[in-house]
């Protein structure tokens, strides 16, 4: 993964359907959406965000991506957080220092899920856990 001090100050998706195409060049990548079409932002915090980037270790060079959010405080009337269950999309984050990455592209892109967590003890976690994953020809890309 990138440099990410200071974790992740912001994260945001956008369906795969909402992408009219994708661009790129060297290690940045355009990405266009339809018109109407915007990112929805996720509620996160760096604590509770995690983007994990790894080196498939095969001979094509692929990355496997592996992203979870929790949200300790959702709500269950949030459409837009509940409706992305097993979407394909693109995640677009912003770093502690300011840089924005994308991850994912239109030809290449991640499947997202959503479970909801009741804590089986006092202390657990109790919230909304998406997780966004996929394999890639390519780590994360600067927004262009």
């Known amino acids: ?67 979870s959010v929790s949200i300790p405080d959702f709500k269950l009337d949030d459409e837009k957080i509940s409706g992305l269950n097993n979407q394909s999309v693109l995640f677009k984050y912003r770093t502690g220092n300011g840089k924005i990455f994308v991850v994912g592209s239109k030809e290449n892109f991640l499947h997202a899920t959503t479970q909801c967590l009741s804590p089986g003890q006092s202390s657990g976690y109790a919230g909304l856990q998406i997780n966004i994953a996929g394999t890639l020809p390519h780590p994360e890309l600067s927004l262009m």
Do not use: H
């Not at 992408?19 to 355009?30: A, E, H, N, P, Q």
């Open 1 to 67: 993964m990138s440099d990410n001090i200071g974790g992740i100050s912001a994260c945001w998706y956008v369906l795969l359907e909402d992408v009219d195409y994708t661009v790129i060049f060297l290690s940045k990548i355009l990405v266009e959406l339809k018109a109407g079409k915007d990112w929805q932002e996720i509620p996160c915090t760096p604590s509770k965000t995690d983007v994990r980037i790894t080196s498939a270790n095969d001979k094509l060079g692929t990355c496997n991506v592996a992203v």
